[in-house]
DNA sequence: GTGGTCTAGACCACC
DNA sequence: GTGGTCTAGACCACG
């Protein structure tokens, strides 16, 4: 597992945490029941506060992404590839809708703006 | 001009203000030199504080989307067309670096993305 | 708005607050848009952590009992008659579901859980 | 003797072992000085802990289904059918009186909770 | 050892 | 003033 935390971003570190873990697992690159780091653990390395792991890791588990065994630990959830795909998806169209109302707000053609994405991708 | 405020949205209300604003500009539904209503009538009809359209007007300013002259009122720059283009490439670029990071970083292909766009626009 | 926490029960204290409001707004006896308590007020009057009063909060939004504006306050949110009932459907078959496994469990019968819930009630 | 332990489930491992093995033996699935499967080996059949079928059996215990012979083992306390009600009455009616509590708060008539337990059961 | 809950502070953006 | 985020501790139940 590899997470790298910019405490200049705008975001929360809570939400970078989970963006990377949860692209992580989408991406299939943590397997299924793979343990994640105690949140102890994470968060000394990360030198941040407990309570922001923890509202990571709640924010995953509320996802259906990892599952928490009280007492043991936490595990990256048993997904199908459909179910990983529907995740996926929900987060996806989730900012899509938000992103593409902001493109027309000033102006962009569709073809503008597949020609953007292109460049940035 | 017409502004629409959404009080439950989780962007703050002066960055609505701004986008709309600098939107319509760029759209070239607001022509160079258009007086924007000022402050304290702005505030009055959108039922918010002062002290949230005087940000949105400076935010504006600072862009370059509008000039103030003291005692008189705010104004739309009067912009080429080229300077528009600019000025919307900077806001659109900005916006769309962090976009596509998010999006790469949760394993979406090009093609799939600009699928996704099509269906969303 | 009428709050009894009890810190010798079992039940965590942000939950005991979120299930007393609740179901004030279930029964209709918080209107729509009644503006709720300030954390910071909360937590004084309580006698409790803010944390744990944002908590229940943030629980309550998540159920879509209240909705937050930055900056202003919770609010109940606005929602029909129907909405309201689903809302309660939606918790109490959760609890039923797992209440009944357990009286199964124990060789209750029908008629008998009947019995004691309307000696009980 | 069948047992069935969910790591996921909330609840905590001897927490079900009490509960079903209690259940079974209400019942009546489970005879007057039957003998209970060792610690040890409860431990190694169910996959947990020595120390949390311990509890569980000491659990039992206390509640009186259960009773230890020191280097013998735990065997199925000589219940009377009386003795068994009581037993059973005790641990439905504390839970019994909380559930209700949740109902009622939920505003939820008498009526209402009775059909949804007939539909649940 | 683990996570679950709670506390008493703090700084920030927004209004 | 408000909520949003974060910190650095603490005690508990569970395993």
Redesign the pocket.
């Known amino acids: 597992m590899n997470i790298i935390i910019s405490?200049t971003s705008d975001?929360?570190?809570?939400?970078?945490l989970f963006e990377q873990i949860s692209g992580q697992i989408i991406k299939g690159e943590l397997p299924s029941n793979y343990s994640?780091?105690?949140?102890?653990?994470?968060?000394k390395e990360l030198?941040?506060?407990?309570?922001?792991?923890?509202?990571a890791?709640?924010e995953l588990?509320r996802h259906g992404f990892i599952y928490?065994?009280?007492?043991?630990?936490?595990f990256v959830a048993d997904l199908s590839k459909g179910e990983v795909t529907s995740l996926r998806n929900e987060m996806v169209n989730e900012k899509m809708e938000k992103d593409m109302e902001y493109y027309k707000e000033l102006g962009l053609e569709l073809n503008e703006i597949v020609d953007l994405i292109k460049k940035h991708y």
């Open positions: 405490n975001k929360p570190i809570y939400q970078q994640l780091p105690a949140i102890r653990t994470a968060a030198r941040i506060s407990i309570i922001t792991v923890k509202k890791w709640e588990e928490t065994m009280a007492g043991k630990g936490c």
